[in-house]
């Protein structure tokens, strides 16, 4: 494995504090990684994602959001997303010193929820987004859509969402991601729930992931 993982404490208020895997073969290209609202950033998901764009030859930092830097377990406080907000923008900032070809930005769930609306406000900021299992409402409310800033969107976004997701279905979310004026894409993970690689993890998926998001943004 070509993945050297070092940790990351960047000081400067919010800090940036996380884990950055360094391939043997660089390729240029940057990817920020956030966790969900109930993880943080050892989550499977988040490694397993980091190690397989690490292999194809991407510099991955994995961050802890500021509410998680905070508190070691629990939901994010109310109030405090613009916050979070700012620790997206930040680890950005940080990794961006590396004198990348392109950087992107991506997260599972709130971690993914945050990103597309850092971007909505904050167009140019990166190059693409990653949305791992985007939640599209909260289960069983599919009235409460997390929609308001899509036509904001003008970022080019690969959203990443299982079949069995409870936090929305893939026939919601097709019509949902016409509201993003920018180029966008959907790989839909068959069995998937909100985790994508629960107690039974899918042998491809983080091959098909990467495949699919270097044909997606040609890196």
């Known amino acids: 494995m070509s993945n050297h993982v070092t940790e990351v404490d960047e000081l400067t208020a919010p800090a940036v504090r996380g884990f950055l895997h360094t391939p043997e073969s660089a390729n240029g290209n940057v990817l920020v990684l956030a966790h969900g609202a109930g993880g943080n950033c050892n989550a499977k998901l988040l490694v397993a994602v980091a190690e397989a764009f690490c292999e194809a030859g991407f ?10 830097q905070e508190r070691p377990s629990g939901p994010p406080p109310p109030g ?18 590396k004198s990348p070809v392109k950087a992107f930005l991506g ?18 900021l990166v190059d693409g987004l990653l949305l791992l299992s985007y939640p599209l409402h909260p289960p069983r409310k599919p009235e409460q859509l997390r929609t308001a800033h899509f036509p904001r969107l003008n970022t080019p976004s690969l959203f ?11 026939e919601e979310l097709r019509p949902a991601l016409e509201l993003i004026p920018a180029r966008h894409g959907l790989l839909p993970v068959e069995g998937g729930g909100h985790d994508l690689v629960g107690k039974k993890p899918l042998p491809d998926f983080p091959a098909d992931l990467v495949n699919t998001f270097r044909e997606f943004f040609v890196v």
Request: charged share 25%.
């Open 59 to 68: 510099l991955v930092l994995r961050i802890n959001l500021p509410f998680r």
């Open 80 to 97: 405090g997303a613009a916050r979070d907000r700012e620790g997206l923008k930040r680890a950005v900032e940080f990794i961006r010193k």
């Open 107 to 124: 997260g599972h769930s709130y971690g993914g929820r945050q990103a597309t609306m850092l971007l909505a406000e904050n167009p140019g």
């Open 160 to 170: 990443v969402h299982g079949s069995r997701d409870p936090f929305g279905m893939l």
